[in-house]
């Protein structure tokens, strides 16, 4: 056990227990307002973690030797549901969700002990480099070339829609190491420095009039052999058996997240007097049975990992229905409120700040983002079902 | 308790389709819906001799093996799958389950014991006449010694020993037994699945049985015959995704398979998301039925709400693409997909409306106040 | 104009005329209640469409001189509307709708007068043999053969889904005359005989369990070559190219049907005290709206017609949409209904004599007959959009 | 009267592109947006002086051209699918088209013509916090002299030279004129769409001249108010979708153009579908509208709501699946899809929600009774 949860944690501890504790800490440490300022704002989120981290309250599915509380899934079920009651800022980047998975799997020890805590405990922000203009969701097309010279690999590329980008002290990218046409044969995974020389990141204004992702310019720039998470060519396999822990994870903190966002939106709806009319109320119903499916969703891939070992298939589905009913729901949160939802948050008089109306054009992207939904059909349709192949795709 | 499956509870499952496999395939199905009795009673009895399938998921005390909601459920699901007109939903599921969780123990030593090894079977009678699955405003009623009313879409209520009714009384509604006499008339329905035999029941002064029991456990036998459903809808519907699947992998146009279309497979993905969450919505109520009495009523009930609304929905979605994935084949009587649509169909309204179950779901939770 | 038109017809009549003339008919020459035997009711519809035919009411879009009645874009309109009010027998068979067209436009003088006026006035009755169990959606594919013998073709090979071929007295085909790749450019249109020696029609239950479609085998029927239509190898340009008017007149027909199906289910719903229901009377305004979109579309594709000369896009689109009108429909009438639309027209105490679930079960081959929905999505893509073709598709 | 496009009218429509092609495309539309005029004066007067659009659907008596709402909707498709914000879909369409139709001659012979020649522009202000677009329960009040009360969402209301303004009056709804003085409190509001200017104005006992109509012409000037927004939406469609056809045409995934994979071309079947649906439910309601004498309002009233409930639905989604069949490149600020989106969901819910609509349809038919 770590130092940091002894002081703490009794010996033997019920879940209720646990949540007790979890629930006084958020309360007591919350963080405050979120800074309107950028620079403020990446300070504030960084403490928080900090904060949390130090306490013993971050990583609940790490192993402990990183930091992370290695919880029972039970237990990260009740760690969800707190965080997100309790308001207080996520984790900063996508280091956590994407790129630890992997390096936890396929990392050497030295690397682990490199960039695990710091990464944890919000020191370094991590960044994802998948994506680039000419390969959207054809990863396999991409064209950024990674030359080895002696101890360093040669990085010439750029990569786009990188949410976090601005602010990233890492990158973790793939590159290509292979021929042109190697395709998923010949990709890398690298772990590049933000600061070196030759990376320029050039922020993007996304349709909510915000700056979310970016542009990533390589160009000549040097990383080390020693920053390849496992072997050469070997990046395709590696950036992608590490999802499934992830999916689950990320389908359980969705879950709670979207639970809180209903109750909030069914109450503004009794408040406003909208919950009477029978079909804004049937509408209402059935984003409650979504919202209770996609916890049901995320148990059950939850207990067949500890039973099986495997995530099973109710998890490959997770991801379209979760970005389904959030843009589902936002934009009948925008119907229901009719004309007033059209304030966006410049306007004082905007419901809830815009809340909705951003949610409802922020939310295009989720069908976009990490493989459209439309690849998602295909991978669940082969993956999961077996149909064969298109014979006009590359496999 | 846990929403995996476990090996013993898969093994169940294996047992029963083998034997379905063996004896009651959709073609066996198909020659015993055009028989008098409507089911197979030699399969009913190696059912019950040989599996045990009747008793499972009674207590032990009256001739069952003890099982839960989740072992129930997994034979609902493979019976569901093969499309089997036995009685197991009405006799067991929803009759002799009801039965047992009444609390009444004198009833349930008399009857139980002889449903649990299949010697006889009962139905239960919920629905009337314009009033789909519910306890409310019942126009049959008990006088203090006969039920007098009409009961309709009884499954296998035609060939039942017994009957188990629900009816109003004076003091609110009550659950009845009845052993059909003269006064009772029952009437074959026409119906659209042909798989699952209905009538309806008139009672006139018949001589009935109360079985001592709370309205509130009567809603939640309600409740849990929704959950039960919910399973076999789950099989349907896995067993239809099955079939189109398998079929849209050898069935070539074009000089290729037609699952190699992204229009199939984008409409075989969609049945993936949706049964997949059927089955937790399943399994969910499950865990919740099988708690006892950690579990807190409305908790049981809103699961139950979110499987008459989801389950029965995803099951005719799946049947209605199966006919238009297999093309000029699946509209045809020989294939069996328009069986599962009907089974489909039938169930998704038989036990209330998927709007019905929304609406009973907003209530529970208080949106929108009492407002309709 | 014809004589029969003469003796009623006033020199110069309105259209509300016209109408009032029409629906006088209707009501006083009504056959009658449709007979549930089989062959009283054919000879039922066949006594109907001559008494029709010979009253100079038939063939509201035919030329005069194969004994149509020539009418009017807006005329064929208020004659659609009267028809289905009247409730009257439609003709039996496609040909009118299908074949027609194309002998119209492709058949000899002497072919015309041979088969024309005995098609309209249900003489004899037409079916289409197009579809073979291994060319389903894909008819490029067919494989029934036609090989020249002298002055007749020899034809061999099985046709499936035909519907009214059962009672059918000539079957319009297409068969292959060129190689087995010669795909659509080696496909002829040929009139065959039904009662001819080789021609064997079984017919197919389908899943409402009533014989609505039948399989034709052909087994060296001879075929005189003067029953060919168009030349030979072009049947499949015959086929296609005439199908712009009866889209448009069986969408301004099938409006006017669904206006009055409509009007039934609400008229059930207000009976039977569901339309007060805020959630039932927003879908019946759905429906409402739908069903006055197929009736603009319809007009728009006929005014289009006479202006430019061609039916435009929203003709290409109109199968579709009454497709699925008719099956979400078909579908709402049965959830509306609840557990009581479960009774099938066997049954004494069924809704309307089962007519809402009977619908909601043959509505399913609406998607799939004469081309799957997914097909006609392809064409409107292809057709309309010009988007590029697939390249695993044959072209 | 007719559905069919006309070559009059298709040359109209070639006059008015060209114009935007040369001066507003919508890189000129970013720039103007961002300005303190919200529209370009230079553009607006091209299209008086030159085309004289403003003019062309008023009645020549005040300086109009005396076309109809055949030729309006073709004007407004055009600017809807420039996404132009310049105010005649507020001056023109709304404003002005509902003084001509008021039926009073004097007011109309004061403030016409000079907004027929483009030289002044009205706005029509309509609707009120929580009451969209409907006279109904209206809070706005004329108490014989002056006007009380706040409207909302008024389009280019912050700059308009005048202001038509529903307002109760103590025998029903009414219309009345302002020309903007001190008592006139307007502020510019933060929308969702930046293309179109949108304004908070508060009056208090302000002067207002009162114009001579019918609750029933104002009933039916709204109704023409949502005629006119669906032609706007019908453009905005179009043009939305076509940039997503060429769009699917060259960019290549997977070695292929993306327009040749079956779930793009499916999307876009069905939105060419709801299109070419939304095209005829308009042009339906314009051949009504030009009807005259010879239409039923009921008959005008039920097309107006057949367009309120399509035609806005159709924009949005055809945007959203725009920016879908984008992907990434959608997403982002500087691609036209998002200013898309916006404008067609502003006009989708300004006008009265589509389930208002539809409601509206229901009491117009009787269906259900006042049932809500």
New interface residues.
């Given amino acids: 056990m770590s130092t940091a949860m002894d002081t703490q944690a009794p010996v033997v501890e019920t879940d209720e227990e646990f949540r007790a504790r979890l629930r006084a800490f958020l309360t007591e440490h919350h963080p405050g307002k979120r800074p309107r300022d950028a620079v403020e704002r990446l300070a504030w989120q960084k403490r928080w973690r900090a904060t949390l981290f130090d306490a013993g309250f971050a990583g609940p599915s790490w192993p402990r030797e990183y930091g992370g509380m290695d919880l029972s899934f039970r237990r990260q079920v009740i760690y969800q549901e707190e965080y997100n009651r309790a308001r207080v800022p996520g984790p900063q980047g996508t280091g956590l969700g994407i790129a630890a998975p992997t390096i936890i799997t396929y990392g050497t020890e030295e690397q682990k002990r490199r960039w695990l805590r710091p990464m944890l405990r919000g020191d370094k922000v991590w960044a994802q480099g998948y994506s680039e203009p000419e390969a959207g969701s054809d990863l396999h097309a991409l064209r950024t070339t990674a030359r080895l010279e002696g101890d360093h690999y040669v990085v010439n590329g750029q990569k786009v829609w990188n949410t976090y980008a601005d602010i990233a002290d890492v990158l973790f990218c793939l590159v290509r190491t292979g021929t042109p046409e190697s395709r998923q044969h010949g990709i890398t995974y690298l772990i590049v420095d933000a600061r070196a020389p030759g990376v320029t990141v050039r922020p993007l204004r996304d349709l909510t009039g915000a700056v979310h992702f970016s542009e990533i310019f390589l160009e000549n720039v040097r990383v080390p052999v020693t920053d390849r998470v496992g072997e050469e060519n070997d990046g395709w396999r590696l950036a992608r058996t590490s999802l499934g822990h992830e999916r689950a994870a990320g389908a359980m903190n969705q879950a709670a997240l979207y639970r809180r966002v209903l109750d909030e939106l069914i109450a503004l709806a009794e408040e406003r007097g909208l919950a009477a009319d029978a079909v804004v109320r049937d509408r209402l119903a059935q984003f409650e049975i979504r919202v209770r499916l996609m916890r049901s969703n995320a148990m059950r891939t939850i207990d067949t990992i500890r039973t099986h070992g495997e995530p099973g298939p109710a998890s490959s589905t997770s991801r379209l229905f979760i970005t389904t009913f959030e843009q589902d729901l936002h934009e009948f949160a925008v119907d229901m409120l009719g004309a007033d939802a059209l304030l966006t948050r410049e306007d004082p008089g905007a419901v809830q700040r815009g809340r909705w109306i951003n949610g409802f054009l922020s939310t295009r992207a989720s069908t976009i983002g990490a493989g459209t939904s439309e690849i998602q059909r295909n991978t669940i349709a082969e993956q999961v079902l077996g149909l064969p192949h298109d014979p006009a795709m590359p496999s | 308790m ?5 090996d013993e509870q898969e093994e169940l499952r294996r047992s029963v389709r083998r034997l379905l496999t063996d004896r009651a395939s959709t073609a066996d199905v198909r020659r015993v819906m055009e028989t008098d009795e409507g089911h197979d009673p030699s399969v009913w009895a190696l059912m019950a001799d040989q599996l045990g399938l009747p008793a499972i998921a009674l207590p032990e005390e009256y001739g069952g093996l003890g099982f839960g909601v989740a072992e129930l459920s997994i034979v609902l699901e493979e019976l569901g799958g093969a499309l089997s007109p036995e009685p197991f939903l009405s006799s067991i599921a929803l009759a002799a389950r009801t039965l047992a969780l009444s609390g009444d123990t004198e009833a349930a030593a008399r009857w139980l014991p002889g449903l649990a090894d299949g010697t006889r079977t009962a139905a239960f009678a919920v ?1 009337e ?2 009033r ?1 699955w519910t306890l409310e405003q019942s126009t049959t009623r008990f006088d203090g010694t006969g039920l007098t009313g009409v009961k ?2 009884v499954i296998d209520g035609e060939r039942a020993d017994l009957l188990l009714v629900t009816a109003a009384t004076d003091e609110g509604p009550g659950l009845f037994v009845v052993e059909p006499d003269a006064t009772v008339e029952r009437t074959r ?5 042909p798989t699952r035999r209905q009538a ?1 029941i008139t009672f006139d002064a018949t001589p009935a049985l109360r079985v001592d029991t709370a309205p509130s456990r009567l809603r939640q036998a309600l409740d849990l015959g929704v959950i039960a459903v919910a399973a076999e809808q789950v099989g349907v519907a896995q067993a239809c995704l099955d079939l189109t ?1 398998e079929y ?2 050898v069935r070539t ?5 037609i ?8 409409k ?3 049945l ?2 949706e049964l ?2 059927a ?3 399943q ?2 109520a499950t865990v919740l039925a099988d708690g006892g009495a950690d579990t807190d009523p409305a908790d049981l009930a ?2 139950a ?2 499987c008459g ?2 389950c029965g929905e995803v099951a005719v979605h799946v049947a ?1 693409e199966a ?2 994935i297999h ?2 084949v ?6 069996d ?2 069986l599962y ?1 009907k089974r489909a ?2 169930t998704e ?2 036990f209330g ?4 179950h ?2 009973r ?2 209530d529970l ?1 208080g ?3 009492g ?2």
């Fill in positions: 846990t929403l995996a499956v476990s629905s006449p314009g789909d309709t879409f329905l026409g119906v659209l699945d309806r699947v849209a992998k146009q074009f000089g290729r398979p699952g190699s279309f992204q229009a199939i497979k984008h075989c993905a969609d993936v998301l997949e969450a089955r937790s919505a399994q969910h809103a699961a709400a979110v609304s989801w209605k006919i238009q093309g000029g699946g509209y045809t009587w020989e294939h997909a328009h649509l169909k039938s309204l038989l409306t998927p709007a019905a929304r609406a779901l907003a939770l949106i929108g106040g407002a309709r």
